[in-house]
């Protein structure tokens, strides 16, 4: 199935007429964009965590602004700790707090 199959016509339309891009690059940044905001907190972390050490970044640096940027992101995350932050990234997955 290619992006134009997968994605509605009328928004790689949009995008296309709004931007000045032709059809499939418009479905390209469609596809990109569904699968940015399709990230789990899992994903987003281990990106991010990632992205930030290739800025040599120390964890008790990235741990905070972690923390900063779920709350801002687009899913519903979790309030997470550090603790659990770190075993998203090297291990065990998280678990979530009950109440």
Do not use: C
């Amino acid at each position: 199935m290619t992006d134009s199959e997968t994605y509605p016509r009328d928004l790689v339309r949009h995008v296309s007429m709004t931007t000045g891009l032709d059809d499939a690059t418009a479905s390209r940044v469609v596809a990109d964009v569904v699968a940015y905001f399709g990230q789990t907190v899992e994903e987003f972390v281990r990106r991010r965590h990632a992205a930030l050490q290739d800025k040599n970044m120390r964890n008790d640096e990235i741990w905070p602004s972690l923390i900063a940027e779920l709350e801002h992101h687009r899913f519903a995350a979790p309030e997470l700790t550090e603790r659990q932050l770190r075993r998203i990234v090297y291990g065990s997955g998280y678990q979530a707090k009950t109440s």
